[in-house]
């Protein structure tokens, strides 16, 4: 550095310091207007000290001119642009850094640092292992800004507090509050004293927290950083833990609520967005829980923030941006809720009545998604499994059951299908007779075909049409068992499947297989494999391999091994239903197959339906059809 650079720079330092120490003293802030009541509560007593104040907030706004210390600041200068914590308002040393505590449906861990929200368990909800759903994930200890329900001077990307908050503790009844205070001085030189205060009630999973904002003197703190005065976040993440978010197994999205119907914002991960709507409540949705913000009274920028801070960690945060406060006693408040997305549980929300926090209209409820197509099919079919697991006390067997249901209710549907299948098998020797007779005549070839199906009465579309019947079921059945709340914890042979909801594994091999991604040997999709190979056997029209070749070796080979690398690591409830869908179908056709022999033995002169079943009928057709046969 040459001496004019260096000269530069000290005289730059000079001048700004110099401006720092004379600005306050030729021109002191001048008071906000009162906008409202002074705090009720008596002002915290402040010491003087000379002790180093920690700067906390982030980027500073535009800077205010430091003040002469105010009453209960003694000592300590602003910092432009940045709130200071006061020493002498630090918690005692005897108050633990993390304090637990219960109510009867969390486990609750609080954090004296920023006054956070550190764990919030699920006592009603275990693990496979039987330890409770952990609904806040947090990344490795240091990352900045990843803690859950903590505050930043300024907006989502200003630093969060980490400084020690004083707690006090009351219970009134079933309502237990925890107040996390700490003082601090403004950039404008304004003390005053933050609180968040929690209130859980015993038996509910919506709480309240508090965000009050309080100065002795009824002067405005002046909290202005590049327009915001504070963010509060809920994230970084809700749980339970989870191996990946494929998007299948697990996920996690975000909903609100908005002009009478949940929206999406379509918020990906490793972007942000803003939600410039107004909105009742905003949330984190998994697979099976959810976390639902609803802030009263006042208004917010909000912010879905899924951008990766820490390789390898997903987030999902909601940051609450404040305007700058207006009075020198404002309270926000805001109610959360921790829990399962099970519809039951979240109505309660809609009835002031059966809530302690009087709520009502929140359409919480809303949260749980289904299918405008078939979810009231999807409804039904749940109502009939819940019937069965009251009758057996078991997901696996009412899954079977209900499985049984719906093929006996399309089984006159079924034998249509095969039967149509098996008349145009045996048709096939006469049209293809056409084909090769008229394939340079492609009009009279379509005439000749339907002139053959409507002097033997067959409907090509009459075959095909009972299964697109069937489609919507299916697809009810595998919304219902991939997402059923219900099925969570409930296993169907013990040491196998344990966990309806989950994967089986029979081996867990400990690493992740390259390309498929796949950690265990898993005995359902293999059975379900072959089960439905089995089945396209019997389903199949005898004729069918011959007349296809490749093309029909395809499907009955193929096919399976594609729905193996689909469901391979779906839900085992899942599984074991197409699997015993598989088994079913295969008993049903060999029913039909021997119906269709009886058949075939009473009307021996009925070619379509000879002796030996479609197979045979073709070749008798095509017998008959010979200038021998005739």
């Known amino acids: 550095m040459d001496r004019r650079t260096l000269l530069a720079v000290v005289v730059s330092v000079v001048i700004i310091v110099g401006g720092m120490i004379l600005t306050p003293i030729i021109s002191p802030p001048k008071k906000a207007p009162v906008s409202a009541p002074a705090a009720q509560a008596p002002a915290q007593a402040q010491s003087p000290t000379t002790a180093q104040p920690q700067p906390l907030a982030g980027p500073a706004a535009a800077t205010a001119p430091a003040a002469a210390a105010?009453?209960?600041?003694?000592?300590?200068?602003?910092?432009?642009?940045?709130?200071?914590?006061?020493?002498?308002?630090?918690?005692?040393?005897?108050?633990?850094?993390?304090?637990?505590?219960?109510?009867?449906?969390?486990?609750?861990?609080?954090?004296?640092?920023?006054?956070?929200?550190?764990?919030?368990?699920?006592?009603?909800?275990?693990?496979?292992?039987?330890?409770?759903?952990?609904?806040?994930?947090?990344?490795?200890?240091?990352?900045?800004?990843?803690?859950?329900?903590?505050?930043?001077?300024?907006?989502?990307?200003?630093?969060?507090?980490?400084?020690?908050?004083?707690?006090?503790?009351?219970?009134?009844?079933?309502?237990?509050?925890?107040?996390?205070?700490?003082?601090?001085?403004?950039?404008?030189?304004?003390?005053?004293?933050?609180?968040?205060?929690?209130?859980?009630?015993?038996?509910?999973?919506?709480?309240?927290?508090?965000?009050?904002?309080?100065?002795?003197?009824?002067?405005?703190?002046?909290?202005?950083?590049?327009?915001?005065?504070?963010?509060?976040?809920?994230?970084?993440?809700?749980?339970?833990?989870?191996?990946?978010?494929?998007?299948?197994?697990?996920?996690?999205?975000?909903?609100?609520?908005?002009?009478?119907?949940?929206?999406?914002?379509?918020?990906?991960?490793?972007?942000?967005?803003e939600l410039d709507k107004h909105f009742t409540w905003a949330a984190i949705v998994g697979k099976y829980f959810t976390g639902i913000v609803v802030p009263l009274e006042s208004s917010y920028k909000v912010m879905f923030d899924s951008r990766s801070l820490v390789p390898g960690y997903d987030r999902s945060t909601i940051a609450f941006e404040r305007a700058p406060l207006t009075s020198s006693l404002s309270t926000d408040k805001f109610r959360f809720y921790l829990g399962p997305m099970k519809k039951e549980v979240l109505a309660a929300y809609n009835d002031a009545a059966k809530n302690k926090f009087h709520s009502a209209d929140l359409h919480a409820d809303e949260v749980v998604t289904s299918s405008i197509l078939i979810g009231w099919l999807a409804t039904l079919l749940k109502y009939i499994l819940d019937f069965f697991f009251l009758l057996i006390p078991n997901y696996g067997v009412a899954i079977i059951l209900l499985t049984l249901v719906t093929k006996l209710v399309f089984l006159p549907l079924t034998f249509s299908s095969s039967e149509s299948m098996a008349k145009m098998a045996?048709?096939?020797?006469?049209?293809?007779?056409?084909?090769?007779?008229?394939?340079?005549?492609?009009?009279?070839?379509?005439?000749?075909?339907?002139?053959?199906?409507?002097?033997?009465?067959?409907?090509?579309?009459?075959?095909?049409?009972?299964?697109?019947?069937?489609l919507p079921v299916f697809f009810a059945l595998y919304n219902l068992l991939n997402n059923y709340f219900e099925l969570r914890g409930h296993g169907f042979i013990p040491g196998w499947i344990p966990d309806l909801s989950a994967p089986e594994a029979i081996v867990n091999f400990?690493?992740?297989?390259?390309?498929?991604?796949?950690?265990?040997?898993?005995?359902?999709?293999?059975?379900?494999?072959?089960?439905?190979?089995?089945?396209?056997?019997?389903?199949?029209?005898?004729?069918?391999?011959?007349?296809?070749g490749a093309q029909a070796k395809l499907m009955m080979y193929a096919l399976p091994v594609v729905f193996l690398f689909i469901l391979y690591d779906m839900p085992s409830g899942l599984v074991l239903y197409w699997t015993v869908q598989n088994l079913l179908s295969t008993a049903q056709q060999l029913y039909i197959n021997h119906l269709r022999k009886r058949k075939d033995e009473q009307n021996p002169q009925t070619p379509m339906f000879v002796k030996g079943g479609a197979k045979a009928g073709a070749k008798a057709l095509e017998k008959a059809n010979s200038p021998r046969g005739k």
């Open 426 to 470: 045996a048709l096939n020797p006469k049209m293809q007779e056409i084909r090769t007779r008229l394939k340079d005549k492609p009009q009279q070839l379509n005439q000749e075909i339907a002139a053959l199906y409507k002097k033997e009465k067959v409907n090509p579309l009459s075959g095909c049409l009972p299964l697109l019947l069937q």
């Open 70 to 273: 105010k009453p209960g600041a003694a000592g300590v200068s602003p910092i432009p642009g940045q709130a200071v914590a006061l020493p002498d308002s630090a918690p005692p040393a005897s108050q633990p850094s993390t304090i637990t505590r219960d109510t009867d449906l969390y486990s609750l861990t609080f954090n004296s640092e920023g006054g956070t929200l550190a764990s919030v368990k699920l006592k009603k909800f275990p693990n496979l292992d039987g330890s409770p759903v952990e609904m806040l994930l947090v990344p490795p200890a240091g990352t900045p800004n990843e803690m859950p329900f903590a505050l930043s001077f300024g907006d989502h990307t200003a630093s969060q507090l980490t400084v020690p908050f004083t707690l006090k503790e009351s219970t009134d009844g079933d309502l237990s509050t925890f107040d996390f205070s700490r003082t601090f001085l403004a950039p404008t030189g304004v003390p005053f004293t933050l609180h968040k205060t929690y209130q859980f009630y015993r038996s509910e999973y919506l709480f309240e927290l508090d965000i009050t904002v309080q100065n002795s003197t009824s002067d405005l703190p002046g909290l202005n950083f590049n327009g915001f005065a504070y963010t509060l976040s809920m994230g970084p993440q809700i749980g339970p833990h989870y191996t990946k978010l494929d998007g299948r197994n697990d996920f996690r999205n975000y909903a609100y609520w908005s002009d009478g119907k949940r929206q999406d914002p379509g918020v990906k991960m490793g972007s942000s967005k």
């Open 510 to 548: 400990g690493f992740a297989i390259p390309l498929v991604g796949w950690t265990a040997l898993r005995g359902l999709p293999i059975l379900m494999v072959v089960s439905q190979i089995v089945s396209s056997k019997f389903t199949q029209p005898s004729t069918a391999p011959q007349q296809g």
